[in-house]
């Protein structure tokens, strides 16, 4: 997932697990928010939430990014299963949601059985049924009109497959292929669900717990403006106009019954959501902690300016810190960098730590060469072209006039534009041009800057770009990002911003995702990705770590690792 | 025109006379008398001297103080604006260059007092960054002062010319194009560059034109107010009896307005430039808070106040230096301009 998804980083088992626990563990300074159970919360009162990045698809089939995902999980679409409200490692064990439990598996990991809880009720008291979760699911496969969304349904499912290895059915709009989609998800009772997936996915009940995976009423569902008015089986609906640019207002939804729901405490009366502030403005306003900023949260993190206020002071014992699972990378263009040289002579001429420096220092992350976060069982710590976290123009310099170039070779880096990033892209504008390349810097619009880049014909040839595991495997990592097949189509390259579609590394995916012992499919996971950043595609820079500051009566906050290591909006009361 | 002694003309009509510029014009030595003209004693008239308006201006400006200082400081910084970009080639001053070691502190701050200020650093560097701040700061002054002063001069062509005009010509001339100038000054000037922008300015927005837009915005919506002042001053000058003679001398309507016309309000034209200049900065800053502003690495005055904004707790230095550079350039500006004022009324003398 982009920016804020649960991390599966704080992954249970082993020595990962003792490393993941201790550095997963956000430090909040309330002493009474053990997992958001217990304390002094109370019912009542309006949550107000501030943040700069609107949330630009509350569409389930189209939410892609981490603090949307958590924002319309905990209040508008419930999945069948949930990640709970707790801390650290404890976030990443997967329990029910609308599903009496984590579903039943076939001895193949390919058939998956799940029963829904009785009381599960859209707004307006009508039940949900396996009907609209079939609904809702078909509408991944309508990628002309459901863009930007997760992919995994398109590539799980077992639909038949046209000669270009894709999907043979274009959603539920187009119907092209209907009839086999349907027999992909069988619904024997309106209460009763199962899935037949194409290949064993021995972890399925943790995809399921994406938005993507969550039911939409056919009959409230419009196509691409359904952003604006997502219908709820949740705690929360909307009030009156949603924007995705400027935000709204989720009042009580008066048909979610919340003894169907182990998770959500819904304290709040009201949630007031706003997009749009710069961070710089969001934490100044935090800061002060006047008015309406006393009940206030956030899902942006700390900018650089506001590190050293945050972490001194009074202000300390309402915040909180966690590594949040989150790389930060570049991707360099295969299509408009096909030789393999001049990408690696881009890769070892980054320095990791200036780009750490930019961002804030050890408070906002630390360097990293892989793509997989170092929480997860996949990681592996090795230094892929021998120039350590400094990088050295120099050598990068020899390697592009080995290609036989002319230098300067013109490259253009694009990035989502803020302060920050502007900083860390003077850094790497610098050293690239160190090295020999001439480097136009194009910041882009943040609220539609993975649109820009994914477009063929827009993006560049080094883009930025941020990314979490959706759950806690290397399978979450590799194929969402790496496999040209599911993301790369005429009109859009989805998250493979690189446009890498390499066969036999798409056959290692495959080989991969078929292994059934999880050991060794991590280990599978860490060797392409140490192939494909050694093929100068993928220049992981920053593992990031998050600071956040909120409102003095904001009471069991806590930030949850699953999903990215945001504000549990499930447990977090103003009263 | 000259006037030697010799021709008869009175020394009184010597000094009424407007077109004898050179204040070291005198009255005719004395001593100096033509063949058979009575000896005429001129010491006592001999201090006198013939002074331009202009002239005369100047030396009123001369004995106010404060005017005189920010005149100073604006000749200042129009080299400085003009030189930075000279200092840079040469190396001297560098505005890019980041320098992530100088800032490892908490939250990347500078390490040191004052912005990480020393001896290469006279004011410090960027936090997280660690470019120079002073050659950010002379490097955005000459950006800023560029648009600026380009933008007045084309407030000033085209307010002028459309105020004299409309000043002169009456009528529906008058009417319409001042219905033009409410009409022009009636949009709101901030959101329709911003609004605009995407369209012009390509995507990347490239430096060359972002620089183009801005000016001529800044003009586009700024010269009604000039030409406002233009056309008030042209309606209560049309009537004076020097331009009735001219037209009764024949003089088409032409060489009254650039030959008579325009010369006479060259007065408010000057205030008014000297006022709107500093606003056109200020514009700057605020559209580069908006996100119209150049490309990293380049710095404007304003892309650098928008960065140092949110560390007015953490980094007070580098929040301070670009506010006070805007200000002195801002207050230098307008203190000069009511100077300029006083100066060029001749009324002021009384006061």
Known sequence: MRLARGAVMCLAGGIVAVLALSACTGKSGKKDSAGGSGGDQARGGTLYLNTSRAYTHLDPQRNYFGDAIEFESRTLARTLTTFPAAEGAKSTEVVPDAATDTGTRSADAKTWTFTLKPDLKWQDGKPVTCADFKYGISRSFATDIITSGPLYALDYLNVPRDSADQAAYNGPYKKSGQAGFDKSIDCPSPNKIVFHLRHPVADFYQTLTMPAFAAVRQDKDNGAKYDSNVFSDGPYMIQGKWDPVRGGTLVRNPNWVATSDTVRKAYPDKIVVTFGETADTVYQKLESNSGTQKNAVTTTVAPPAAIPTVLSGPMQSRSASVTDGFINYLSVNVVKVPDKQIRQAIAMAVDRNAYVTAWGGSAAGAPTNSLISPLLKAYTKYDPFGVGDKGDPAKAKAVLQAAGVHIPYPITYQYSKDNTQDKAAINIKSELEAAGFKVTLDGLNPDTYYDVVANPKQTAELTWARWAADYPSGSAVIPPLMDGRINISADTLGNDQAAYNDPSANKAIDAALALTDDAAQQQAWTALDQRIVKEGVIIPMMADKSLYLYGSNVKGYLLNAAFGGFVDLAVVAVQ | ?351
């Not at chain 2, 010597?14 to 030595?29: E, Q, R, Y």
């Open chain 2, 1 to 351: 025109m000259s006037a030697p002694a010799s021709d008869g003309r009175s020394v009184q009509a010597v000094l009424d006379d407007p077109a004898a510029g050179d204040p070291a014009m005198s009255i005719p030595a004395a001593g100096d008398p033509a063949v058979g003209e009575p000896r005429i004693d001129d010491s006592a008239t001999a201090a006198i001297e013939g002074r331009s308006p202009a002239s005369l201006a100047w030396r009123r400006m001369r004995r106010d103080r404060v005017t005189m200082v920010s005149l100073g400081v604006v000749v200042l910084l129009v080299l400085l604006a003009v030189a930075a970009p000279f200092l840079k080639a040469f190396g001297v001053i560098d505005p890019s260059t980041p320098h992530p070691e100088l800032v490892q502190g908490v939250g990347s701050l500078p390490t040191g007092a004052f912005s990480g200020a020393s001896a290469d650093h006279w004011l410090g560097v960027v936090p997280g960054v660690g470019q120079d701040v002073l050659a950010r700061v002379l490097y955005g002054l000459t950006f800023d002062f560029t648009i600026a002063a380009a933008a007045t001069v084309l407030t000033v062509l085209i307010g002028t010319t459309i105020g004299v005009i409309a000043g002169y010509s009456g009528n529906w001339i008058d009417g319409a194009l001042s219905r033009f100038m409410d009409l022009v000054l009636a949009f709101p000037q901030l959101i329709m560059l911003i609004a605009l922008s995407p369209i012009f300015l390509g995507q990347p927005p490239q430096n060359a034109r972002v620089v183009v837009y801005l000016i001529i915005v800044l003009a586009v919506f700024g010269w009604p107010y000039l030409a406002r002042i233009v056309r008030s001053e042209v309606l209560s000058l049309r009537d004076l009896e020097y331009i009735e003679a001219a037209r009764s001398l024949g003089a088409s309507k032409r060489h009254i307005l650039w030959k008579e016309l325009l010369p006479a309000v060259r007065g408010p034209v000057l205030v008014y430039a000297t006022i709107i200049l500093p606003v056109y900065i200020s514009s700057e800053a605020a559209l580069a808070y908006l996100g119209i502003s150049l490309q990293p690495p380049f710095p404007t005055l304003g892309s650098v106040l928008n960065d140092a904004l949110p560390y007015a707790t953490s980094d007070t230095t580098y929040f301070l230096v670009p506010g006070i550079a805007l200000v002195i350039v801002v207050l230098a500006f307008n203190l000069l301009g009511d100077g300029l004022g006083d100066a060029l009324n001749p009324r002021s003398d009384r006061m």
